[in-house]
C-alpha cells in the first residue's frame, strides 16, 4: 500500500546466499506488479514483473512469486552479490481511479562479502 | 544511452524561490510522471501526463505544477519552496498507465536553504 514511517526494512545476506524480500500490497484488484530496485542516488531500475494470473515468473537470478490469496509479493535473489546491494520496492498496478501505480515502503538489503 | 534524463542533477535554492526542475525523454512514451522522494521513503506520485492530459493526485500541495511542452520534455515548477520540500524528485515515463514498467531517470536532489 501507501508507504508510511520513516525506517526502511533491512536485510543483511552473506555473499553468496539467497535472498528473500517480501511485500504486502494492498488493492485485491491490482494486476500488475513489478519489483524494482534502487541504489543510492539513483533513480529505481526494473528488475521483474508479474501478472495476475501468473503465480511465479524467473529472471536471470531473480524470481517474483506471487500469491494473491493473502495479497503477498515475494522477490528472491539467487546467490546474492556485493552489486545487489540497493533498496527494493515492489509496485502495484490498480485500476482503483484509472490505473496507478502504488509504490511500497521499500527493503534496504545488505550484501556482506 | 540516457533514456530518462533529469537537469539538474542537483538543485539548491532559497526558501520561498521558485524553481525548475526539467526532465527529458528518447523513448516516446505516452505518459510522464513526477515523483517527490524523501529519504527511506518511497517515491510519492505527484502527478502525471498521459499525452498532454494532466493528472494531478489528490494529495499534491497546489506550491507544485506542471508542463509538458512537447512529448519528450516535462517540467516540475515549485512555486515557493519551503523547507519540507527539499526531496529528491524523479521523473518516470511509461508506454501508458496500464500494466507497464516505469522508467526512471536519476533524479534530481532539491536543497531548500
Known amino acids: 500500500g501507501e508507504s508510511v514511517g520513516l525506517h526502511l526494512p533491512t536485510l543483511s545476506v552473506q555473499e553468496g546466499d539467497n535472498s528473500i524480500i517480501n511485500c504486502a500490497y494492498s488493492n485485491s484488484a491490482s494486476d500488475y506488479f513489478i519489483w524494482y530496485k534502487q541504489e543510492s542516488g539513483k533513480g529505481p531500475q526494473f528488475i521483474i514483473d508479474?501478472?495476475?494470473?501468473?503465480d511465479k515468473r524467473q529472471g536471470q537470478r531473480v524470481t517474483v512469486l506471487l500469491n494473491k490469496t493473502v495479497k503477498h509479493l515475494s522477490l528472491q535473489i539467487a546467490a546474492t552479490q556485493p552489486g545487489d546491494s540497493a533498496v527494493y520496492f515492489c509496485a502495484e498496478n490498480t485500476p482503483t481511479g484509472g490505473f496507478k501505480t502504488i509504490f511500497g515502503a521499500g527493503t534496504r538489503l545488505f550484501v556482506k562479502a | 544511452d540516457a533514456m530518462v534524463i533529469q537537469n539538474p542533477r542537483y538543485q539548491v535554492t532559497q526558501f520561498g524561490k521558485p524553481v525548475t526542475l526539467s526532465c527529458s525523454q528518447t523513448l516516446n512514451h505516452n505518459v510522464m510522471y513526477w515523483y517527490q522522494q524523501k529519504s527511506s521513503q518511497a517515491p510519492k506520485l505527484l502527478f502525471h501526463?498521459?499525452?498532454?492530459?494532466?493528472?494531478n493526485e489528490a494529495d499534491t500541495p497546489d506550491n507544485f505544477q506542471s508542463r509538458r511542452p512537447n512529448t519528450s520534455f516535462c517540467f516540475l515548477d515549485i512555486r515557493s519552496p519551503g523547507l519540507g520540500d527539499a526531496a529528491m524528485y524523479l521523473c518516470?515515463?511509461?508506454?501508458?498507465?496500464?500494466?507497464?514498467?516505469?522508467?526512471f531517470g536519476p533524479g534530481t536532489r532539491l536543497t531548500v536553504t
Open positions: 518516470a515515463t511509461s508506454r501508458g498507465t496500464g500494466p507497464y514498467e516505469q522508467y
Open positions: 501526463y498521459y499525452d498532454k492530459d494532466f493528472n
Open positions: 508479474i501478472r495476475s494470473n501468473m
